[in-house]
């Protein structure tokens, strides 16, 4: 290598790093790298309990005391069935909050395995109601800086990308383009086809 940037090169380095990154990133749906994430889900408000009378009891018989005449239909007790909020960026990795805001209420946070657990592709919510304000920080990512394939894929992509820059600045200085090839920028289709398992997939 033995090559040293200017200020300006070093700049445009980066610049086709941070490029080819997000390329990879959008070709795979999910973040390269690890990073910090905060977003805000609405639950529908189709979101209705359950009434408590469905469930089977120890001996397997179906609870009744809700349909009984001191209890009566209008005053049943209803189970709010887990809810499952899908996050846009995954693996999740780790969350470090979740709040609830209710229509009619006050802010909450709430704590992990007693009102939510951790999936890879995010949280189940155990007492969501219809239209609560579900806030959730967290980071994902599949930690490619970690993995030598996206390295020397992305380094790969940012020669070749280099050196069309190099290809162009020569030509505009000498006034006449230089008779090369076609010139290939990107990841290639077999670079690509690599890291196919890795895409997330998505119904829409």
């Known amino acids: 290598m033995?090559?040293?940037f200017s200020l300006r090169q070093q700049d445009a380095a980066e610049m086709v790093l941070?490029?080819?990154q997000g390329e990879l990133e959008a070709y795979l749906r999910?973040?390269?790298e690890v990073e910090t994430f905060t977003e805000e889900y609405r639950l529908p408000s189709t979101q209705?309990?359950?009434p408590m009378g469905t469930f089977l009891s120890i001996d397997n018989s179906y609870y009744n005391d809700s349909f009984t005449t001191t209890n009566p239909v209008d005053n049943m007790i209803y189970a709010e069935p887990p809810h499952m909020i899908y996050l846009r960026n995954s693996p999740v990795t780790n969350v470090a909050t979740v709040t609830?805001?209710?229509?009619?209420?006050?802010l909450r946070t709430l704590t992990v395995n007693d009102d939510y657990v951790v999936h890879r592709y995010g949280i189940e919510y155990f007492y969501g109601y219809e239209n609560d304000l579900v806030t959730v920080t967290y980071t994902a990512g599949i930690d490619g800086s970690n993995i030598p394939l996206f390295k020397i894929m992305i380094l790969r992509a940012a020669s070749r990308e280099m050196q069309n820059m190099h290809d162009d600045v020569v030509g505009v200085k000498d006034l006449n383009p230089r008779n090369v090839?076609?010139?290939v920028t990107g990841f290639l289709d077999s670079?690509?086809?690599?890291?196919?398992k890795y895409r997330?997939?998505?119904i829409a």
């Open 200 to 202: 997330r997939n998505r």
């Open 191 to 196: 670079e690509l086809l690599s890291v196919r």
């Open 18 to 20: 941070a490029g080819l």
């Open 100 to 106: 609830v805001q209710p229509v009619h209420g006050n």
């Open 181 to 183: 090839g076609p010139l």
């Open 30 to 32: 999910r973040p390269v």
């Open 48 to 50: 209705h309990g359950v």
């Open 2 to 4: 033995d090559v040293k």
